[in-house]
């Protein structure tokens, strides 16, 4: 079974600069995640998908930041514009259903660094 | 809210035993995760434990006690390969959301 895919794998762009990422979660996996995780720090929830509408966005910086995922399938973040502190790793995880049970697996990450 | 503690850096000999404490306040729990992640990769899942105990998969066992908001995750025989961050998450009641600690990281030292 394939697993979570994203790209790019590595980013480097200028503050004030807009950047998008790509996340192809596992087949069959209605649920999808975005986590920012700073370097030395545990991941934080962005962003949570149930099929194609959003659950929970509360800790989503809405000013810069914008996720979609249209079909319920792949999903995009993006960030306009770019500030020095959005360097990390962002983590796209996807799990089967959302129930208490679920097991969310996890994406190689793209490693952002905004200078 | 939720808050997840465990301690940031943890050495170990390989062959040995090490246990990884993390603590927990929450406003709603349905279950606590454990993590491995390996420097410059993704977390990838060890663990999951809902109702108070000990459960064990091979080298690695956790232990949940709900009612002191508390658990850990225990790795035996010790291996090189051993070495990484292990994360401790906490599901919460709403959403199901994840919230994860800031994460151990063990080195195992031969």
């Known amino acids: 079974e394939a697993g979570v895919a994203q790209s790019p794998r590595y980013k480097i762009i200028e503050k004030r600069q807009s950047v998008a990422f790509w996340c192809n979660p596992i087949s069959g996996h209605a649920t999808l995640y975005w986590y920012q995780q700073i370097l030395g720090q545990g991941p934080k929830l962005l962003i949570q998908f149930q099929n194609n509408g959003v659950v929970d966005d509360s800790q989503l910086p809405k000013d810069r930041f914008s996720a979609e995922r249209l079909k319920g399938v792949d999903s995009t973040l993006k960030i306009q514009p770019a500030k020095l502190e959005d360097s990390a790793v962002y983590l796209c995880?996807?799990?089967?259903?959302?129930?208490?049970?679920?097991?969310?697996?996890f994406g190689p990450g793209t490693r952002l660094t905004v200078l | 809210g939720q808050n997840i503690d465990q301690p940031t850096e943890m050495t170990a000999t390989e062959g040995a035993i090490v246990q990884i404490n993390c603590t927990y306040q929450?406003?709603?729990?349905?279950?606590l995760f454990w993590y491995q992640q390996h420097a410059g990769e993704a977390p990838t899942f060890l663990s999951y434990?809902?109702?108070?105990g000990l459960e064990e998969k091979g080298r690695f066992s956790s232990f949940l006690s709900r009612s002191k908001g508390y658990s850990y995750l225990l790795l035996k025989e010790l291996q090189m390969k051993d070495s990484a961050s292990y994360l401790c998450?906490?599901?919460?009641?709403?959403?199901?959301?994840?919230?994860f600690g800031g994460g151990t990281r063990v080195l195992v030292k031969p």
């Open positions: 929450t406003s709603g729990f349905n279950g």
């Open positions: 434990n809902v109702l108070d």
């Open positions: 998450a906490v599901k919460g009641a709403a959403g199901n959301k994840l919230t």
């Open positions: 995880a996807s799990s089967p259903g959302g129930d208490s049970t679920d097991t969310q697996y």
